[in-house]
């Protein structure tokens, strides 16, 4: 198998396999009460630059996803989502199974716009029946968006005051968070980040480990007693070493960071391979997933040596094509990939 | 820190370490589409003897329980579960958070005994407000159970035949399943459990892995779509090699009841340690839990050189202790025990 | 109060209220197990032509919809419905509440078109990460709809057949029910419906009752235990006369279908009233609701003398006004209401 | 039919009735913003001394305890309840279906022990794995009871104070509020249940009413939107008139007092009935339900003239008698009742 199909089809980065292979015998208390659980959450508060910040390690992003968002949202609330959600479209109802509403709003590029959110809370309180109807009770992005789209640190502030005028939480999803705060086309920093919003997770899974995720509450902000909203979900792992060791390893000397920028340093060449040979974007994206139109015959030929995914149908004779780099990517893959396009496109 | 507290102090047996290590950087598919899925499935179905089963893998304990619990019963369906039993106890209301009731029959071994069983369903059919009550939907047994006993096959064969009279499945929970296959006190293979109950786990968390447990349907008898259950409660792994390629190790060359054979000779020594001390028993356990009546004076001064669980007071002056092996206790860890014992006794 | 805001301004209908009172002392059990409810459930059965129906008396249409839905849905399905559907709109997120999504189609004049319906299947199942979203397992039509529209037999009938070939049960709502069986627009009957559909309901609390919903699975289809379900959710009356006597009433020599007729008859005169005045519609609606487009300052004095909806924004200076008829509604009072148009137009 | 088996029998005392007709043509505004509603309220508030409450209206009881408790408490909180308790036992876990746990407590009069809910609460918070558990997060009592017991003022201020003491709700079910006002063996009135509990439940379709029952919320506690939380659980009549209006009848000089007395009065003649016939008390209850025990034989005769529910058996050859008077019970039913007895005990 040879593929840019995603950025989770290898296993974890050496290090953090190192960490869990040199801490795997040493006796550690279950649940998450262990040193280097809190360790780990340190790093991560360092990181965040928030001392006063709660972190939380779940095992993947729906989950993540759907706890977080029920545990911040009253009973009669929904979420507000870009209509391209991971939440809205590819998490098979998870929110709704902890009984709210998506409240979507239409989006090209994986985003909501301020402006959008705005007018979805102005009309919500302005509507008669509003009593009668699904509260928009908080907002959930993605960074980067399920498009490979970046926020800017304008957008995403003017998102929070809008959130904070109508006391409302903001929640970020940043499954590829690594490969967000790499690009260059935003200039949000995870520092940035930690202030601006109200929960965030940073991901892990997508970005050099074997799984797990870290729920960031910045400001000391959790709801009571999260940690037994966790285990009523079966959140918890009986061996919270399990991810925390994974984040030790990602957040020392920056490893987190460095694994970002590979991707995205192989993101830059893989585009580069496609222009070079005259593909055309679909969207430019700023980070480690990238969208070509291509033809359909070339598609299915490209299909008997490389992975990636096929997003959508373009016209009726070409195809949305999505290529990801990852931190596992070499350049020795996208070498191998010019050869499979020069061979396949001859 | 020095511990029998309980059999999750350690991360994983080294065999499933090497495999995660030696796969690590081979590319996959995700979501339990890769071949190390599929291979750990035939082993755990070879194992099982049930060529037609159908194998899931979870996270932990909690989660599976309350996914798999909530799949096979009816809305208005209760579980039934001995009082002790874990999902009534200790997993934070997860059955209640899917909707449902746990109906307890008392126990003082962590057992249902069949005539339990059959007299709580005459009762409920027999109450001229059935339609108004809480279905008795489905059994839950675990084995071993919490107190660290076991079913004998004439038992589970008992319980099983009213399930099928009464037309509702029966759940076994394995978390400690290895421990108990190895006992002797108990005539059950993992052969016959998978022909006798409904649906089971084979814990993994618990019985040397890092992480994981395997949900089988023994007769191709899984609930309709799922993995789509799964997926919408957050019990998928983007990486579904990070639990199956673990399950692969264990279930290869039997490694999983070697680890199980390993924590009960380990139990025969710590027991032998007490009793050869002048130690009495709560209850005797076959398995590798073992219960003893230690006077409170002593239980503090242990606690300066151990970990071990107190489950409970026995009277004014004596508590319950509970020490646990696992596949990672060594003849060192007993010695060691040995030596506090006597330190501390004298 | 002088209003036409809605259908359910009065009480009861006449007849209604004299079979309560009639019946009002006897004797009788409880939780419709009563000689009434079996008389009303037999004389639906019989209005309906299906002698194997199975019917079920409700307090109000928001539980009705949310009981009937969850209990046609598995576990990993959404409800398909119009944006504008009751469901989707106006119940406070009611589905989502059971667990389930509501999946949208566009529409313009609150219905499903059958193409419609075929793409949101076909697409669904052609998506490679279908196990990953909202199955699309159940469709929900109401009749009339919001926009007071009707289904054709032809369109409902091909709705139906779309649903029979993907498996998926077909509900409709038939809050207004009486109103859309008295319209020339359709030429849908009761007993039509009881053989289209799988599962509907009959409205009384706009169509003469004090309350209640009659809801009818046609075929005997109504899933299992359905009465304990309702018990759980608290929609069962312990004094399940109170809707069932209405019921007898409003099918005791057809009451049901003249008051819609009544309604229809005194939205004709309405129109007329309207467009004599030179008033447009917004849309032709062939039933009880009308909707007219008003010049913004000629609204603020309407509404000082007569209650209407204000149902959004035609264009900067006009609206969009809903007025309705029910059972209720006098010739005197569309005398009334000319008068008012009359006095304030001038 | 002729029967003492429950206390909804009939349908409304004449004075319900009389003001549904009389208000039935009335153009009202729909859910709950009608002067009847607020006039009802008012009226309950002043019964009450409470005139910062919050009154809301349901349609039946179990929709009414399901709501209520599940907007009292927290995800992980479960309900305290005797284990005879309606919403353990008779609402086909209807708690369970909102998440929530049922945490019982024995007892064999239908009541909790002071000391055994705060044994309760000290044993939670005593166990190292509290945080794996559900927590005792508020308090259910009934008020009678479901055995026909009474609180008295002592007992309930002392749950009130360890209620208050641990920071959770206490929550009253008054389905048969009336019997147990009118008591002698309570010193409770509906003012002094308004002071000392948090949220609580005066009802109506046990005591005159064709269907409801009020919720009051003392000191303008209700939980945020609790009217959104009504809706989207399907509790909000379209129509609120319809039991809006039933509790201002009831609320109007005293009636529903009244009703409570009279059903009283009537208990204590048929008490007379038993006792001087020879038949014996099962326990002696101080409100209308009335237990007897009654030899097998017997039984079934008097089953052939009269209605009464067999609550139990006593012992092989006797069965335990529950004889239920209401508001509806007349001196002549009395009469008619001895009149049977003497014939069948011939």
Request: hydrophobic share 40%; glycine share 10%.
């Amino acid at each position: 198998m040879f593929s840019f199909e995603c950025d989770y089809h290898e296993g974890a980065h050496q290090s953090v396999l190192l960490k869990l292979i040199e801490t795997n015998m040493e006796q550690l208390p279950g649940y998450g009460e262990d040193h280097y659980t809190r360790e780990a959450a340190d790093l991560i508060r360092e990181a965040c630059g928030c001392p006063d910040g709660q972190v939380y390690f779940f095992a993947g992003g729906t989950q993540t996803n759907v706890t977080v968002i029920d545990s911040i949202l009253c009973p009669y609330d929904g979420i507000i989502s870009a209509e391209t959600g991971h939440v809205n479209c590819h998490e098979a109802g998870g929110v709704e199974y902890t009984g709210h509403k998506v409240l979507t709003v239409p989006s090209e590029d994986g985003k909501i716009a301020p402006e959008q959110l705005r007018k979805l809370l102005v009309d919500f309180y302005d509507d008669e029946a509003w009593e009668h109807m699904v509260f928009p009770g908080g907002v959930y992005v993605s960074h980067p968006t399920e498009l490979g789209t970046l926020y800017t640190r304008s957008e995403l502030t003017a998102i929070a005051e809008i959130c904070r005028e109508y006391k409302i939480p903001l929640y970020l999803d940043g499954a590829r968070m690594g490969y967000g705060l790499a690009s260059d086309a935003s200039d949000l920093t995870l520092k940035d980040i930690a202030k601006i919003v109200d929960v965030f997770y940073i991901g892990g899974t997508k970005v050099g480990a074997l799984c797990g995720e870290a729920v960031v509450f910045p400001r000391g902000n959790a709801p009571e007693h999260f940690f037994t909203i966790m285990k009523q979900r079966g959140n918890v792992f009986a061996k919270g070493r399990v991810v925390a060791v994974q984040f030790l390893a990602l957040f020392t000397d920056g490893l987190y960071f460095r694994l970002g920028e590979q991707a995205l340093d192989m993101a830059e060449e893989l585009k580069q391979v496609f222009l070079e040979r005259g593909f055309r974007f679909y969207v430019e994206s700023p980070t480690n997933m990238q969208f070509f139109v291509v033809e359909n015959e070339l598609v299915r030929k490209l299909h008997e040596h490389v992975g990636f995914e096929v997003s959508g149908k373009y016209d009726e004779t070409h195809s949305i094509l999505r290529f990801c780099t990852s931190w596992a990517t070499t350049r020795e893959d996208i070498r191998r990939l010019a050869g499979i396009l020069d061979e396949v496109a001859r």
